[in-house]
T-cell receptor, first 115, second 115 residues
């Protein structure tokens, strides 16, 4: 069965410091991996995805994510955090070759960036 | 394009009442889905559809019905509301051609309270 784990409920970081939001996955075969962001009282917005190829994926708002097959991880990173990055972040996975676009989401990590 | 729209934004029901949450998209997406978001549990898939006339159950389908008579619309029906259905409901849509990795576009959500 597919699953996603986001081991941290909350990540605190000072503005200007690098940030990492962790995600590990379990899927049969190769994965498609996604990161979404949710601002308060809003729907989820797509940030980036990994399909194949380069393990470092660049996305919106200066975010990037590193795919590590041996560690089954897809951590979200940003070199310099902004207060406006404070939001709820979700990792999601889908198995390559699946018949539909069904995604399995993690439980979310709240990112709090202090000024 | 309006993207994915949901109505209503807020709803309060009494136990046993029925209602329909509306979802529409204007991007000609084949795939549409309904999620519920609860604190600490992330997003859980209720029902999904891969095209007009085709629906299937997700992770938590009990107490909910769906239909897909057109590509654009995917309403979610609560047959007899229960307090356990108090949640925020999100509709999402995406392309679903073959086995590609397509990001999902989310609506703004419906906050439902069942008393």
């Amino acid at each position: 069965a597919q699953s996603v784990a986001q081991p941290e409920d909350q990540v605190n970081v000072a503005e200007g410091n690098p940030l990492t939001v962790k995600c590990t996955y379990s899927v049969s075969g190769n994965p498609y991996l996604f990161w979404y962001v949710q601002y308060p009282n809003r729907g989820l917005q797509f940030l980036l995805k990994y399909i194949t190829g380069d393990n470092l994926v660049k996305g919106s708002y200066g975010f990037e994510a590193e795919f590590n097959k041996s560690q089954t991880s897809f951590h979200l990173k940003k070199p310099s955090a902004l207060v406006s990055d404070s939001a709820l972040y979700f990792c999601a996975v889908r198995a390559v070759g699946g018949a539909t676009n069904k995604l399995i989401f993690g439980t979310g990590t709240l990112l709090a960036v202090q000024p | 394009n309006a993207g994915v729209t949901q109505t209503p934004k807020f709803q309060v029901l009494k136990t046993g009442q029925s209602m329909t949450l509306q979802c529409a998209q204007d991007m000609n997406h084949e795939y549409m889905s309904w999620y519920r978001q609860d604190p600490g549990m992330g997003l859980r898939l209720i029902h999904y559809s891969v095209g007009a006339g085709i629906t299937d159950q997700g992770e938590v389908p009990n107490g909910y019905n769906v239909s897909r008579s057109t590509t654009e619309d995917f309403p979610l029906r609560l047959l007899s509301a229960a307090p356990s259905q108090t949640s925020v409901y999100f509709c999402a849509s995406s392309y679903s051609l073959g086995t590609g990795a397509y990001e999902q576009f989310f609506g703004p959500g419906t906050r439902l309270t069942v008393l």
